[in-house]
């Protein structure tokens, strides 16, 4: 069983950051392709970001691309999304999934076996 516990939310203006933590309970993080996730009231859950087992390779929703980026810490166990230049439209829901060993990074919610609670992400016009 893996726990996944995200921080770091929290309400900003327009073109503003954020810096988003998924702390991971397992000791074989490293282990884990892991992914951002985020849903808005009324909408699915949609993909944002996703980081190989190493680190090395990413992958990142069109909509993000060039103004979020993730990244791990696999001595920490921790899973990082750091959000520049922040728009209404970010607002949601933010989660971090876990998905056992995969080869390259996973844009599909149903791969990942283990989410974390969420952490709810506002931005103001």
């Known amino acids: 069983q893996v726990q996944l516990v995200e921080s770091g939310g929290g309400l900003v203006q327009a073109g503003g950051s954020l810096r988003l933590s998924c702390a991971a309970s397992?000791?074989?993080?490293?282990?884990?392709?892991m992914g951002w996730f985020r849903q808005a009231p009324g909408k699915e859950r949609e993909f944002v970001a996703a980081?190989?087992?190493?680190?090395?390779?990413?992958d990142y929703a069109d909509v993000v691309k060039g103004r979020f980026t993730i990244s791990r810490d696999n001595a920490k166990s921790t899973l990082y999304l750091q959000m520049n230049g922040l728009k209404p439209e970010d607002t949601a829901v933010y989660y971090c999934?876990?998905?056992?060993?995969?080869?390259?990074?996973?844009?599909?919610?149903?791969?990942?076996?283990?989410w974390g609670q969420g952490t709810q992400v506002t931005v103001s016009s």
């Open positions: 397992e000791r074989t993080f490293s282990r884990w392709t």
């Open positions: 999934a876990a998905k056992w060993h995969a080869v390259l990074p996973r844009q599909s919610p149903g791969e990942y076996e283990y």
């Open positions: 980081i190989s087992v190493s680190g090395r390779t990413t």
